[in-house]
């Protein structure tokens, strides 16, 4: 394995283990300057991203190396400028060279003018009971957009296949109705885009650039929660383009009434349309999705192999496919992938609850999800604001982790254990009764699962 391809394949890893802009924003032309024995030195363009790799990303880096490569002992990076389009061309090169062995990682292929990804497609998109309606909605969009539903709006955790969806509607449109204009833009980037339009008094030229767009597809739009001057502009521009039959794409990790800080008009908007959600995937399904991932990649694993995958990694889809790369990557090596070394590789993404699931887990995922800080959870408060999620938190610690009612009441400031079987019972039962809470409980414990 030559220099490019062992950092090929350390990408290819990463891509997995961190969110996409951070991706790219720290990984975007780096390589491998030098190896000598058992030394790497990655070359990075500049002094800010040498310090940010170095703290963040040393440790998983060169865990990553030493599992391709056990010899490899030292990781350091220096800073190598870059010369424009020679390294761009190189770059291209590069990947076209790597497209050979299927582990490429596809950053650098995003269109310039829709900012979409090519690779998510409805060909590649697995359907199953847990995405079903969402993908047929998606469908149903991508053949008349601005028609069927407006606004499509899909929401679930991470990891799950919004973003592909979404973009594979865009990529449909793009290529079948090669008149309409599609953009898709994540929510941090859009607000950042109404933020500095704000400051430079630059917003009726923001709002004239987006006036052409025919299908506008938002990623991960809960992003704009508590964001009060750009939820107001975003009202506007919403406005407009669904006045003239302009499709509109929304995703989020949970459904509009749930999402708090979010204006009333907006929640409404967003309830006008259609609202479907994706959830995870079951075992047959994976199995399935690793099947198809195979095929894209143009390589096989025995049965044997995928079943176990299949079994053990559930947490979502992304882990599925990582899981799957880093078995790819290890055969194209060492050609000899025994269940032994497939169980003692997977060890990082094998699910069990009790990994996943612990106090802290629960707390924190509580805490953030109705936007408190976890203190207030055990604030001695009646406030209903923080009285139901409170009792959440300790239905989920019960229902979940089968703690006992005296364990959680000493959790709770050394409350009387009734409190905790009280909120244990009104919870079990509302959860019966009310379709948002239990809702709500399914996407925190989805959150659980997936983080
Ligand atoms: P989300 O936006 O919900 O966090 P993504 O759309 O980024 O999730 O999906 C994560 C990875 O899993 C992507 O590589 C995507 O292609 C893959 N994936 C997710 N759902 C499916 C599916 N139903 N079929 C095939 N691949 C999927
Ligand atoms: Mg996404």
């Given at each position: 394995m030559n220099n490019i391809e062992l950092w090929q394949s350390v990408l290819a890893q990463?891509?997995?283990?961190?969110?996409?802009?951070?991706?790219?924003?720290?990984?975007?032309?780096?390589e491998i300057a030098t190896r000598d024995n058992e030394k790497i030195v990655?070359?990075?363009?500049?002094a800010f991203s040498k310090e940010w790799l170095s703290n963040k990303y040393n440790k998983p880096i060169l865990k990553i190396l030493r599992e391709i490569d056990d010899s490899i002992k030292d990781l350091a990076f220096v800073i190598k400028p870059q010369q424009g389009k020679d390294i761009q061309l190189r770059s291209v090169e590069e990947s076209n060279r790597m497209e050979d062995a299927q582990l490429k990682f596809d950053e650098f292929k995003i269109n310039k003018d829709t900012n979409l990804n090519p690779r998510y497609t409805f060909d590649n998109f697995?359907?199953?009971?847990?995405?079903?309606?969402?993908?047929?909605a998606a469908l149903a969009v991508a053949d008349n957009p601005g028609v069927t539903y407006n606004p499509l709006f899909i929401y679930g955790g991470t990891g799950l296949g919004k973003t592909h969806l979404i973009q594979a509607v865009g990529n449909k449109i793009s290529q079948e109705l090669k008149k309409k204009k599609v953009k898709y833009i994540s929510s941090e980037k859009f607000v950042s885009g109404i933020v500095s339009a704000i400051r430079t008094n630059s917003m009726e030229s923001f709002k004239a650039s987006l006036a052409p767009i025919d299908v506008l597809i938002l990623?991960?739009?809960?992003?704009?929660?508590?964001k009060i001057k750009s939820q107001e502009e975003f009202f506007h521009v919403f406005n407009s383009l669904y006045e003239k039959n302009k499709q509109i794409i929304?995703?989020?990790d949970r459904p509009p009434n749930a999402i708090a800080e979010l204006e009333d008009r907006l929640k409404s908007?967003?309830?006008?349309?259609?609202?479907?959600?994706?959830?995870l995937p079951d075992y047959e399904t994976r199995l399935v999705i690793l099947k198809t991932k195979l095929q894209e990649k143009n390589a096989d694993l025995p049965e044997e192999i995928l079943d176990y995958i299949a079994i053990?990694?559930?947490?979502?889809?992304?882990e599925l496919e990582g899981a799957l790369n880093k078995l790819l990557i290890y055969n194209k090596i060492n050609q000899s992938l025994d269940l032994e070394t497939v169980k003692k590789l997977l060890k990082g993404f094998v699910f069990s609850p009790f990994d996943v699931a612990n106090?802290?887990?629960?707390?924190?995922?509580v805490a953030k999800f109705y936007n408190l800080e976890e203190k207030n959870l055990f604030d001695p408060t009646r406030r209903k604001e923080i009285v139901k999620p409170r009792q959440i938190a300790m239905f989920l610690l019960r229902k979940e982790l089968k703690y006992s009612f005296p364990a959680i009441a000493r959790k709770f400031g050394g409350k009387d254990h009734t409190t905790a079987i009280y909120a244990y019972k009104k919870i079990l039962q509302e959860n019966e009764e009310n379709n948002k809470l239990t809702e709500e409980i399914n996407l925190i414990k989805q959150k659980i699962y997936s983080g």
């Open positions: 990463m891509q997995f283990h961190i969110s996409k802009a951070n991706f790219s924003t720290w990984f975007q032309n780096t990655i070359s990075v363009p500049n697995v359907v199953g009971s847990f995405n079903e309606l969402a993908h047929a990623d991960d739009i809960q992003f704009i929660a508590g929304l995703s989020s908007r967003f309830e006008g349309g259609m609202i479907a959600d994706v959830s053990n990694v559930k947490k979502n889809v992304r106090y802290k887990k629960i707390i924190e995922t």
